[in-house]
């Protein structure tokens, strides 16, 4: 089998606030002593039950997880036992109030830092106007409920800012690296770039600003009406839709199919009716999207706005109503464009006067509600990253020689779930044989959405030391195909510093593999250049992924992601007037999904298989979708039956996946604070955790970074489980002591470098009938 090749353009994907920060609000030696004292104490009354009665051994134990006083004992060793833990038990109470309101008065620094406030303001200028101002300028602070709450906000973002990769602004910032072949060894980073910040209007704010302008009767003449389907358009001729003028629904058919693009105004002087009266004949035609009401834009880059306004600037000026829109346009570029360059605070006051005129143009709220990875506001922002790193060839060698295995399970596993997806899917088939691609979708709809959760597929049932045999691992899951094959690993180096990545001393930890090429999207668009970030992808799908019939899945923008697939799309999303002559992409319609010995495959129009490039993580794991995908990298969750705890799998040389525990929740919001703490630090103790750990559950897609030393952790804990649901505690790795990306000041910051993995091979673009 071909080896996997990493690509030489990454993404080094960085928090944007130092893992010091974070760290900083644990472990204080005061609250660490006493308890130690009265863990100590606890054992000594632990001992001392030996022989007791079972009632009174149950409300010692209750009184040693809530911190109550204790039962009443008989003279001897238990009751010197409990009298010595309820001493400690006082001394404990006190080392942790004050414990807690010295890191609270870290917790207060690092929330006062200009930076961080700033990061909140753009996050979520609600909580930041609501909540975070006042604690920041609050000049005392208690410690009741109301307040304790507060500081656990803050505290949570806090464990964003500092301990999660994600990408958003100047606190998720666009790190980027290469692989430096000139050189054999070596690592170089950089810390000088020059950091920029790029504010983009939201996909949701741009349509927005396309329903109020169509809605403008002042300025509706003016709009182009452009036709989307020529073919359904022509199917109208002579229907005789027209009502009292059975020929004007011809007439006007003729005129658009002519000049295929021509204001309403236009049309209304050529058929000698009014503006109202061509929007009453062009209704049924807009409804099945056979032609598109102007302003008309390609809107699937993260330059919608822009390409937007010289649609609407081509309305022309000397029309008042175009000339105000125009206007209109042209103050919000400016406050974009302010807001890019403000300082903090006084951007705050941009952005609200965006908001303002986004409102006054659109008749719209500025903010919306939404979930996770939703756009909330008219604007967001992505910045590019002081830090940029070169990888010499040998390190790169190394880290190429750690993953392969990896990558190979994932490609084993992957090809098992495709053929769980296909199995599931021809126990549902329909009648026929036959279906277009878009009554595929529809036909094999499942009943509930299975890319909500973390991770849609069930865990792999096995013996992770089963896993490190080749020879076993193969018998549990069976090898993959080979041939041409692609994945976006994120990668963790675990260093002490640059000077070890230099030297090649570093171990190999691959958080998560996406089913995804390194295209030119989103993630590149603070690269300096766009081009030869995706130029790998590109020449991989050409020489790889068209030969084996490879096509784009061609969606619906929704959020800030956009992706630009190189080669054959089919759309899977309503035609829009700018895909016009565009000959890369077909209908849905065009493409069948047939039943064929014992498959399902999707063919193109030609009769040829074709496999789906998938772009989107949630698509990868939509079973319909995921069933005619091309060879998928699947990264397994490996979790025996009944067990509490998974040490680290380690597949060749590099982790695939990271030590693991399983806790049923105890009912730790139910204790006061001090007790709340005490049962966080038994919980890890007890089963040998780090100190610091990452959380999750079916319940929460994204992880939360949890110190398992800090009263502000246990906080965090009591709020995000609850009693009884089954928890995922993970390790941190690499841990704080192999945080090599530091800033000049020495801070560290957790990093993993997102990488393309390709693999080529022989393949075969079959032709296929339906039987």
Same mark, same amino acid.
Request: a neutral charge.
């Given at each position: ?12 994907? $960085? ?40 009632? @009174?051994?149950?409300?010692?134990? #209750? ?31 006190? %080392? ?24 909140? =303001? ?49 606190? /998720?910032?666009?790190?980027? /690296? &290469? ?5 054999? &060894? ?10 920029? @910040? ?38 109208? !001729? ?21 000049? /295929? ?52 600037? /081509? ?31 006084? +951007? ?25 990875? #939703?756009? +909330? ?18 390190? #790169? ?103 070890? !990545?230099?030297?090649?001393? =570093? ?8 089913? $995804? ?53 089919? %759309?899977? @999303? ?11 992409? %077909? ?22 298989? +074709? ?59 139910? !204790? ?32 939360? !970074? ?66």
């Amino acid at each position: 089998m071909s080896t996997w090749e990493l690509g030489r353009e990454f993404v080094l994907r $960085h928090t944007g606030m130092p893992f010091d920060w974070i760290e900083g609000l644990g472990d204080d030696p005061g609250l660490e002593q006493a308890a130690t004292r009265l863990a100590a104490a606890e054992t000594a009354v632990r001992d001392a039950l030996d022989g007791q009665p079972p009632a @009174r051994v149950r409300a010692v134990e #209750t009184a040693l997880h809530t911190l109550a006083g204790p039962p009443a004992a008989p003279d001897g060793r238990l009751r010197r036992a409990l009298g010595e833990w309820s001493e400690a038990v006082d001394r404990y109470r006190l %080392a942790y109030w004050d414990g807690y309101t010295r890191i609270e008065a870290r917790l207060h620094t690092a929330a006062c830092e200009p930076l961080v406030q700033e990061a909140v =303001f753009v996050s979520n200028p609600d909580m930041w106007e609501n909540m975070w101002r006042r604690y920041a300028t609050a000049s005392e602070r208690g410690t009741n409920a109301a307040q304790r709450r507060l500081q656990r906000q803050v505290y949570t973002y806090l464990q964003r800012l500092c301990g999660k990769n994600e990408t958003t602004s100047f606190f /998720g910032p666009l790190a980027y /690296g &290469t692989v430096d072949e000139k050189h054999e &060894t070596g690592c170089t980073l950089r810390r000088d770039v020059p950091v920029r @910040r790029l504010v983009f209007f939201a996909q949701w704010a741009v349509a927005a600003l396309v329903r109020a302008v169509r809605r403008d009767r002042g300025v509706l003449p003016l709009l182009p009406v452009s036709v989307v389907d020529p073919d359904r358009l022509r199917a109208r !001729l002579g229907t005789g839709a027209g009502g009292d003028l059975p020929d004007l629904p011809d007439r006007l058919a003729r005129l658009l199919l002519r000049d /295929g693009s021509v204001p309403v105004g236009r049309l209304a002087a050529e058929l000698g009716v009014g503006v109202a009266q061509v929007m009453r004949l062009l209704r049924d035609m807009l409804a099945s999207n056979t032609v598109e009401l102007g302003p008309s834009y390609p809107g699937d880059r993260q330059d919608a706005f822009d390409r937007l306004r010289d649609a609407v600037a /081509g309305l022309g000026g000397a029309d008042p109503d175009a000339a105000r829109w125009q206007g209109g346009f042209a103050a919000l570029a400016a406050l974009r464009d302010d807001l890019a360059a403000a300082p903090f605070p006084q +951007r705050t006051e941009v952005f609200y006067r965006l908001e303002q005129t986004f409102t006054a143009l659109t008749g719209q709220a500025a903010r919306r509600d939404g979930g996770l990875y #939703t756009d +909330r506001f008219v604007v967001y922002e992505e910045a590019s990253s002081p830090f940029a790193l070169a990888l010499g060839a040998g390190p #790169t060698a190394r880290l190429t020689d750690a993953v392969q295995e990896a990558l190979d399970f994932c490609a084993d596993y992957g090809a098992l779930v495709r053929r769980r997806h296909q199995e599931h899917l021809l126990g549902r088939w329909p009648e026929h044989d036959r279906l277009t691609f878009d009554a595929y979708g529809e036909a094999m709809r499942p009943a509930a959405d299975p890319g909500s959760a973390f991770d849609p597929n069930a865990a792999l049932a096995v013996d992770p030391a089963d896993l490190g045999d080749p020879v076993r691992r193969r018998e549990l899951v069976a090898p993959a195909a080979p041939g041409p094959a692609y994945a976006l690993p994120d990668i963790c180096l675990a260093a002490a510093d640059t000077a070890a !990545l230099d030297a090649g001393r =570093f171990d190999v930890v691959i958080a998560r593999v996406h089913h $995804h090429l390194l295209l030119e999207s989103w993630l590149s668009v603070a690269h300096p250049d766009p081009d030869a970030f995706g130029a790998a992808a590109a020449r991989w799908v050409a020489e790889s992924g068209t030969p084996q019939g490879l096509v784009g899945l061609d969606v619906s923008r929704r959020n800030k992601g956009f992706y630009v697939f190189p080669g054959d799309r089919v %759309a899977l @999303r309503p035609l829009r007037a700018d895909d016009a002559g565009d000959a890369r992409l %077909a209908r849905a319609g065009d493409y069948h999904v047939h039943r064929a010995d014992g498959r399902i495959v999707l063919v193109d129009r030609a009769g040829h298989e +074709r496999l789906l490039y998938l772009p989107l993580a949630d698509l990868a794991a939509y079973p319909p979708l995921a069933a005619l995908s091309a060879p998928q990298l699947v990264h397994a969750r490996i979790e025996p039956p009944a067990v509490e705890r998974t040490a680290a799998v380690t597949l060749g040389n590099a982790v695939y996946q990271r030590a693991r525990w399983f806790v049923a929740m105890p009912d730790v919001a139910g !204790l006061d604070p001090a007790a709340r703490y005490l049962s966080l630090r038994r919980l890890a103790a007890a089963r040998g955790m780090p100190r610091f750990v990452y959380i999750r559950s079916e319940r929460r897609r994204k992880p939360y !970074l949890l110190d398992t030393r800090s009263p502000l952790g246990a906080e965090l804990l009591a709020h995000v489980t609850e009693a009884g649901e089954r928890v995922q505690f993970e390790e941190m790795s690499p841990g704080p002591d192999a945080l090599w990306l530091r800033d000049e000041e020495g801070r560290r910051y957790t990093c993993e470098l997102r990488m393309q993995a390709t693999r080529t091979g022989a393949t075969t673009n079959r032709s296929v009938t339906a039987g």
